[in-house]
């Protein structure tokens, strides 16, 4: 007997019958492509996914990447910038201006490329690992 979550999960999980070659799931995600096709655009915007892709009309409700793209650009540009931080005041202590006026733009434009970048990379795995919820079917 299935509970009525698993029957609704089971219809949000894309099921994919369509031929397409299979695309690299990085290459498409950094350049913010479709998962399936690869010619599609991904984004609407900075940020927000589109409805479906123009070009093969893949419906994009499956994916949800969740806090993982943030977790991940905290990650990376937290060490590159506070590692960059560091080399500087070691080898050359400037005044304090100086870190305000490099680092506070730098850790914009990187978040935002890097976080746009990790979130179609993990659209696409999810794509193409096919993942979806958990769910429990018990018999």
């Given at each position: 007997?299935?509970?009525?979550?698993?029957?609704?999960?089971?219809?949000?999980?894309?099921?994919?019958?369509?031929?397409?070659?299979?695309?690299?799931?990085?290459?498409?995600?950094?350049?913010?492509?479709?998962?399936?096709?690869?010619?599609?655009?991904?984004?609407?915007?900075?940020?927000?996914?589109?409805?479906?892709?123009?070009?093969?009309?893949?419906?994009?409700?499956?994916?949800?990447?969740?806090?993982?793209?943030?977790?991940?650009?905290?990650?990376?540009?937290?060490?590159?910038?506070?590692?960059?931080?560091?080399?500087?005041?070691?080898?050359?202590?400037?005044?304090?201006?100086?870190?305000?006026?490099?680092?506070?733009?730098?850790?914009?434009?990187?978040?935002?490329?890097?976080?746009?970048?990790?979130?179609?990379?993990?659209?696409?795995?999810?794509y193409r690992n096919n993942a979806a919820?958990?769910?429990?079917?018990?018999?």
């Amino acid at each position: 007997m299935t509970s009525e979550q698993d029957k609704t999960s089971d219809k949000t999980s894309h099921s994919d019958s369509a031929l397409f070659a299979p695309v690299d799931p990085f290459k498409v995600g950094i350049q913010g492509c479709c998962p399936r096709c690869g010619q599609g655009k991904l984004f609407d915007g900075l940020l927000s996914l589109k409805p479906r892709c123009a070009a093969c009309d893949l419906d994009y409700a499956f994916a949800d990447a969740g806090d993982g793209p943030a977790v991940f650009v905290i990650l990376m540009v937290g060490f590159i910038i506070i590692g960059s931080v560091l080399w500087m005041q070691i080898n050359y202590a400037p005044p304090i201006w100086v870190y305000i006026v490099l680092f506070a733009p730098l850790t914009i434009i990187l978040s935002l490329l890097s976080l746009r970048w990790c979130k179609g990379i993990l659209i696409a795995l999810q794509y193409r690992n096919n993942a979806a919820e958990g769910r429990v079917h018990r018999d």
